[in-house]
């Protein structure tokens, strides 16, 4: 993006290109400081009816990829007839600073947000359903209730303090967790109906 300031000649040039002179078929318009050029027609398409509005173009420079031309809002606004006026330069440029402004605010917000610890993050391995109430000494806990839903899990024993204590850990496979029944519901089966034979009337 060539955002410099044009020099005398240019400028000279382009007042000398905006002048509506009776022989002249195209005005010049304005610029934006990627170089592309607009200008406006004196009549609308041959086809166009006469009270149609006048044809907008833009030129790109020579030197830039069609692949890389960038157009600003405000431009495409003037071209497509949604707004009478062209933007002036400083307009444009206050645009641009406004869009590096908002891309300093996303950065930092994303190195925020990066900062945070992540939900999706896999917890750190706890001995699940245990509870520590001092040195050497852990009581078991959930472990009947992980049984009485049905729940598959992994039984540890571990000998604290002279004697032998079981803990049981969720097991991490879903598939298993969810082949074995937890509900009463789930392991109901219709009973078979045979229907008794009609009295004959």
Same mark, same amino acid.
């Given at each position: 993006?060539?955002?410099?300031?044009?020099?005398?000649?240019?400028?000279?040039?382009?007042?000398?290109?905006?002048?509506?002179?009776?022989?002249?078929?195209?005005?010049?318009?304005?610029?934006?400081?990627?170089?592309?050029?607009?200008?406006?027609?004196?009549?609308?398409?041959?086809?166009?009816?006469?009270?149609?509005?006048?044809?907008?173009?833009?030129?790109?420079?020579?030197?830039?990829?069609?692949?890389?031309?960038?157009?600003?809002?405000?431009?495409?606004?003037?071209?497509?007839?949604?707004?009478?006026?062209?933007?002036?330069?400083?307009?444009?440029?206050?645009?641009?600073?406004?869009?590096?402004?908002?891309?300093?605010?996303?950065?930092?917000?994303?190195?925020?947000?990066?900062?945070?610890?992540?939900?999706?993050?896999?917890?750190?391995?706890?001995?699940?359903? @245990?509870? $520590?109430?001092?040195?050497?000494?852990?009581?078991? &806990?959930?472990? !009947?209730?992980?049984?009485?839903? *049905? /729940?598959?899990?992994?039984?540890?024993?571990?000998?604290?303090?002279?004697?032998? @204590?079981? $803990?049981?850990?969720?097991?991490?496979?879903?598939? &298993?967790?969810? !082949?074995?029944?937890?509900?009463? *519901? /789930?392991?109901?089966?219709?009973?078979?109906?045979?229907?008794?034979?009609?009295?004959?009337?």
């Amino acid at each position: 993006m060539s955002s410099k300031p044009a020099g005398p000649l240019l400028r000279i040039w382009q007042v000398w290109k905006s002048l509506r002179l009776p022989w002249r078929k195209r005005f010049f318009v304005g610029q934006d400081p990627s170089g592309n050029t607009y200008y406006e027609l004196r009549l609308p398409r041959g086809d166009a009816p006469a009270s149609a509005a006048n044809r907008r173009l833009v030129h790109y420079p020579r030197s830039t990829h069609l692949s890389e031309v960038r157009v600003p809002p405000a431009w495409h606004q003037w071209l497509r007839h949604q707004r009478s006026d062209p933007p002036s330069m400083q307009e444009q440029l206050g645009e641009l600073q406004r869009q590096a402004r908002i891309k300093v605010l996303a950065a930092e917000a994303d190195a925020r947000w990066e900062a945070k610890d992540s939900l999706l993050d896999m917890p750190k391995e706890t001995s699940a359903g @245990t509870h $520590t109430k001092g040195v050497g000494e852990k009581t078991t &806990k959930g472990t !009947a209730e992980m049984e009485g839903r *049905g /729940e598959i899990g992994v039984r540890e024993s571990k000998e604290v303090g002279g004697g032998k @204590t079981e $803990t049981q850990k969720p097991d991490p496979d879903p598939w &298993k967790r969810a !082949a074995t029944p937890s509900a009463p *519901g /789930e392991t109901w089966q219709p009973e078979a109906w045979t229907p008794a034979p009609a009295k004959k009337r």
